[in-house]
């Protein structure tokens, strides 16, 4: 970090593409799926297309058009919404409860868990995910991603980039804004976070999105810290 | 998930008294404090004053006579009344911060680590006490606890033993009541999770309250499990 920085006492990390490598996950059990039930689609443009669901799904809550709903309910909805325009029409409720599951078991990248464990040495580690609380424990339990806390959308009742989902997650620590410092890949989420105070660590992942990945390839601000990996993110921070 | 039989995949934890020796902890510090300030007080009568206000300041919350309040709020509130009554009158807004922060620096008893460590590989571990998030994060950091979530009357906005106070934390982690299994010192605790079908474990704590304890001495109902340390819980619920 910079010369003297201010007293940084948590660490918030975005989770999908910045923790884990959510598409690659994905991918590989929709395949799975596919295997088990003897179906043929193209399950990276599946995954894409799950994916591409999830902000829009996010903004009928942001909007105020609904009320405040957890990503596993939005991910189901819109897995039932990609199953028919990929035309899968046989499936069961277990079906469901085990693909809308898949985002409890993602994959986290090769840099964080080694990274998590030295940079919690030395700060409270916590998610600052747009997932919920369910699905964060068991897929940090699954990865042995060693947080000292669990805080998101459902402890704040609301989404990121919405100033409340910081803010109210800030406050559950009894931090202000500037003793907090959110570490993601999406140079838009950063940007949130330092409009209300928060200090910044941006950490590349370039194929987060596979590798014709378009946005987010580099800082697009003089982030406070900048790093290729989690592990870097803790050579940066002076973590032993 | 429906026709299965009933298969615990949480461990709730009471924490004060039952995970940490809050008495040893807080006397210990105010005893401290004293030396540092050149007070003579009767520190062990003036930690048990303080603890007395506990469940009369959460009964103001459960009656919905005030609005849910965080407990780092109520224990401040508290410990300004009990240094009233024990005439203690020069103290700093930094000494107020200082002394309700002494329940973020509780030790736990000697078989808490260990004990932990064990349950965690074979099931979701997470507090679920009438301590706030920002408590329970510190106390958990500083004392080495490896929740996998931190669950509490915040996270539920309702106080044990309030039915909200079990069914939303065991809904946070999507489980049902019959998945989860309530670890506590406390009969009254079990008591109140049992009649919502949450799995219940004895931990005796005899000497929670100093060495005159008069209540929870032993089980008083035929809990699912009963153990004199997490150690015994461990080896009781088959953990490594």
């Known amino acids: 970090m910079q010369n003297s920085p201010p007293h940084v006492e948590a660490l918030f ?9 959510w598409r690659t996950s994905v991918i590989r059990e929709l395949k799975e799926f596919g295997r088990a ?24 809550v ?10 596993d309910v939005l991910h189901r ?24 599951a898949i985002w409890h078991r993602l994959d ?11 940079l919690k040495h030395r700060y409270i580690v916590s998610p600052l995910s747009n997932g919920n609380i369910a699905l964060l424990t068991r897929l940090s ?18 989404y990121k980039p919405q100033p409340q989902a910081y803010l109210r997650n800030a406050a559950h620590l009894a931090l202000k804004p500037d003793a907090c410092m959110l570490v993601a890949a999406h140079n838009s989420d950063l940007a949130a976070a330092r409009a209300l105070g928060f200090r910044t660590a941006f950490v590349a992942r370039p194929t987060e999105h596979g590798p014709e990945q378009k946005g987010d390839l580099g800082a697009e601000q003089a982030w406070d810290v900048i790093a290729a ?6 050579d940066k921070l002076h973590c032993p």
């Not at 990390?13 to 490598?21: C, E, M, N």
């Not at 897995?79 to 469901?96: C, G, H, P, T, Y």
């Open 77 to 100: 909805e819109s897995l039932i919404q990609v199953l028919a325009e990929f035309k899968v029409a046989r499936f069961r409720e277990s079906d469901l409860d085990h693909l809308t």
């Open 37 to 60: 039930k003897g179906l043929r689609k193209d399950w990276e443009a599946f995954a894409d297309k799950w994916r591409a669901k999830y902000q829009p799904a996010m903004e009928e």
């Open 62 to 71: 942001r909007s105020g058009r609904r009320p405040f709903t957890i990503l």
């Open 108 to 118: 986290p990248w090769p840099d964080t868990v080694r990274g998590l464990h030295r």
């Open 229 to 234: 990996s989690f592990e870097e993110l803790a």
């Open 141 to 158: 339990k699954r990865a042995g991603l060693p947080w000292d806390a669990i805080l998101c959308a459902e402890t704040a009742h609301a």
């Open 13 to 21: 990390f975005d989770i999908f593409g910045t923790t884990v490598d």
